[in-house]
């Protein structure tokens, strides 16, 4: 059996980026969270509408995405080198 079949396909490196990633994006999720007002019949366009909501939440998930995709597509480094 070669040495290069019972190698694991991510190293440490690899779990610590998608540990990021999915933190980015809890982050994400949660700041797009709310906006639910207490009387029913009652909008407030500015709470729902946010910066937060609209621009900040949506950038921070693109970017929670693209470290998770870092994160899988890294090679890991050869052991021992």
């Known amino acids: 059996m070669s040495n290069n079949s019972s190698r694991l396909q991510f190293d440490k490196q ?3 980026w998608m540990a ?4 980015v994006m809890i ?3 949660l700041l797009m ?6 009387d029913p019949t009652v909008f407030n366009y500015e709470e729902v509408y946010s910066k937060r909501r609209i621009t ?17 597509m890294r090679k890991p480094k050869p052991a021992g080198k």
């Open 56 to 72: 900040v939440a949506p950038v921070l998930l693109l970017a929670g995405l693209i470290i998770e995709m870092y994160a899988i």
């Open 27 to 29: 982050v994400a999720l």
């Open 14 to 16: 690899n779990y610590l």
């Open 33 to 38: 969270a709310g906006g639910k007002s207490d």
């Open 20 to 23: 990021i990633g999915g933190v």
